[in-house]
């Protein structure tokens, strides 16, 4: 079996840098470290944590002032921030790249903010507390709700998108949205496509030797993950011969469909530890 890595898997270079100063700030204090929400999107790099007395929490009342608390990749709400750093010992992890999308949105707070991406996802939930009104597009069909066209009739737009939001929808967003413009249905469209690069670019990577040298992929990442489910969906684009899965254990459910003579893609999402990378490919090198 020859197996094939595309140039990019696994962490991203936010998630490397929050690691490397989340180590660290493990040897240098003795107590428990608390992180705001999960610090990335997988159950087992959590339970690595875990052991290492580094946990992920939800209610902050739980703990006592002075705590160490640290803000995960994906930032939090800009109030909830500054209620964090008046109790606790605060250490801001959030990647340099959800701070550019925070800052642009801070500085158009006389604009409509429009986001693409999930409802829901922590980045998201932190990046709308940057702007003074919002709406946040997860789907195409919102476009054309009422609701929707009512709240943008007249107004100054700011589109602009979730770090690991899906790109075409940012992109069917902006080309409506510029239609609406030119009839001057909105009076002013500014617009800034901040999907992260180093997503864009393993999929990118990952879809070329999809095409050119491989027979399969298998995807390795957390199915609540944002950005491995993308990934996923976006090889599934090129080859249906595609699995989804997140540890060694799910591998062994799928080896039946694998042939010893095949060129297997494999690639980690940016919130995949290589622990879990690495055993699996261990694994498959033997077959
Ligand atoms: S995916 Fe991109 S934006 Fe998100 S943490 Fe990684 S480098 Fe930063």
Do not use: W
Request: net charge positive.
């Amino acid at each position: 079996m020859k197996i094939i890595i595309p140039k990019g898997s696994g962490f991203c270079p936010g998630v490397i840098s929050a690691e490397k100063k989340l180590l660290q700030l493990r040897e240098k204090y003795d107590e428990l470290i608390y992180i705001y929400g999960m610090f990335i999107h997988n159950k087992e790099y959590e339970n690595f944590l875990k052991r290492k007395n580094i946990i992920s929490i939800q209610d902050i009342n739980k703990l006592d002032d002075g705590s160490i608390f640290i803000i995960p990749t994906h930032g939090i709400d800009r109030n909830f921030e500054n209620i964090v750093k008046n109790r606790f010992k605060v250490f801001d992890f959030t990647c340099p790249k959800v701070k550019n999308v925070q800052k642009i949105i801070f500085t158009h707070k006389d604009y409509l903010t429009i986001i693409t991406g999930k409802e829901n996802h922590p980045e998201t939930i932190g990046l709308k507390s940057y702007s003074s009104e919002n709406i946040v597009i997860s789907d195409l069909s919102r476009l054309n709700e009422k609701s929707f066209i009512e709240k943008i009739k007249n107004k100054k737009i700011l589109l602009i998108s979730q770090t690991t939001a899906n790109e075409n929808l940012y992109i069917n967003s902006l080309n409506y949205l510029n239609n609406l413009l030119k009839i001057s249905f909105i009076t002013e469209l500014k617009n800034f496509n901040t999907i992260c690069p180093s997503i864009i670019n393993r999929e990118n990577n990952s879809i070329d030797l999809l095409k050119k040298q491989s027979t399969k992929a298998i995807v390795i990442g957390d199915k609540l993950s944002s950005n491995s489910q993308r990934l996923f969906l976006r090889l599934k684009t090129v080859n249906e011969d595609i699995f989804f899965i997140e540890n060694i254990n799910d591998l062994e459910k799928i080896l039946d469909k694998i042939e010893k003579e095949e060129k297997i893609l494999v690639v980690s999402s940016s919130s995949t530890p290589s622990f879990i990378e690495n055993e699996i490919i261990k694994f498959l090198e033997k077959i």
